[in-house]
């Protein structure tokens, strides 16, 4: 068999999610509960390529690049059945219509729900689970959540998740909740059960790590807007304290989670959510999920052999919200911070996510 661009399983959950798990053609529903066990689910929808992904395949493209082809604007959510139809019918299903039935059952889907989530904030179980929810309760140092509906992930993995959690890598064990604006680490597992309709997950948290104070940022070079090294009175320009501030931010929510070969481990997902939920209602959320990880997880630097959040002094993420379209490879964002020892603090960066 001759290769093929697949999609990932990110850009697959992307489409479902999308298309609110509805086929784009039928409008038919494509997830639902499975008679196998209360918690099971049967999924019949498809991640479908619009140009083929390999050769002979309906509406092959051979202009199109690899990443093209397993991109997700080479994707259709469908049913099974019109997976296969449009699998054998290049008549019909021209890529033009393919593209139209796409982006008319998407904004069906936008209307559906508005386009601004003012029914609930985002909140994150470790990296594969996010969700649409709040904190009910808090006892201590435990924290109860609900959960109303997932944007990636399922009521099945969350299962999956509570019994693996304790024995998951540190960076993985935590908890994100937007309305808060903050995270903490997860100490053991999960426990999670119904509430009606709801789903009620109850951890035990790590207390708030501490930030570092703005005005005790450490010194660096100072870079110009293209990340060039600048000069000042015959040297290398440095900055530190409160004005390092927008550079480090900067430096970080740029550098995408894998880049840096000694630390692999250390980064964004910025770049991610935007090309997996662009056009989505819930970008800027997303996008604001990753900056409280950023500002509120500890990193382990093993070079430093110490702990760390990667954002330092950023105590509470109030606001992360796209403000135009990229250019030159870089998104332009607008963030409101509450920072440690300085307090509410404001700016639009253009972070780099292509």
């Known amino acids: 068999m001759g290769h093929r661009d697949e999609f990932s399983a990110a850009i697959r959950n992307a489409l479902a999610t999308r298309a609110s798990f509805q086929c784009s053609i039928c409008d038919r529903p494509t997830v639902g509960p499975s008679d196998e066990s209360p918690t099971a689910t049967s999924n019949i929808g498809t991640a479908a390529h619009i140009c083929a992904a390999a050769r002979r395949g309906r ?81 201590g140092d435990r924290w109860c959540i609900g959960i109303d509906h997932f944007i990636v992930g399922s009521f099945s993995e969350v299962v999956r998740l509570a019994g693996r959690m304790p024995i998951s890598p540190e960076r993985d064990r935590y908890v994100l909740v937007n309305s808060l604006g903050e995270g903490r680490s997860i100490v053991g597992g ?123 002094c950023v105590e509470r993420v109030e606001k992360v919200q796209v403000i135009g379209e990229p250019n030159e490879r870089r998104l332009p964002v607008h963030l409101e911070l509450e920072i440690a020892g300085f307090g509410r603090w404001s700016r639009d960066l253009a972070v780099h996510i292509l």
Request: hydrophobic share 40%.
């Open 59 to 139: 509406r092959y493209d051979e202009t199109m690049t690899s990443e093209q082809r397993a991109g997700i604007d080479n994707g259709i959510w469908l049913c099974a059945a019109h997976g296969r139809l449009v699998d054998t019918d290049d008549i019909t299903y021209t890529v033009e219509v393919l593209r139209r039935y796409k982006a008319d059952h998407e904004a069906r889907c936008k209307r559906a729900i508005g386009f601004k989530p003012a029914a609930g904030h985002l909140v994150a179980f470790g990296p594969e689970i996010v969700c649409i929810g709040d904190i009910d309760r808090v006892d």
């Open 190 to 312: 999960l426990s999670v059960r119904r509430d009606g309709d709801r789903m009620q997950v109850d951890c035990t948290v790590a207390q708030s790590f501490p930030r570092t104070p703005a005005a005790e940022l450490p010194m660096d070079f100072s870079l110009s807007a293209k990340h060039d090294l600048t000069v000042g009175d015959s040297s290398i320009a440095t900055v530190s304290g409160l004005a390092a501030l927008p550079q480090k931010l900067l430096t970080c929510l740029s550098m995408r989670r894998g880049e840096s070969p000694f630390h692999p481990d250390f980064g964004s997902r910025l770049a991610d959510y935007w090309s997996n939920f662009v056009g989505s209602p819930w970008l800027d959320e997303l996008l604001k999920l990753d900056v409280v990880r950023l500002a509120s997880i500890p990193y382990y630097d093993p070079m430093l052999n110490r702990h760390y959040t990667p954002l330092m």
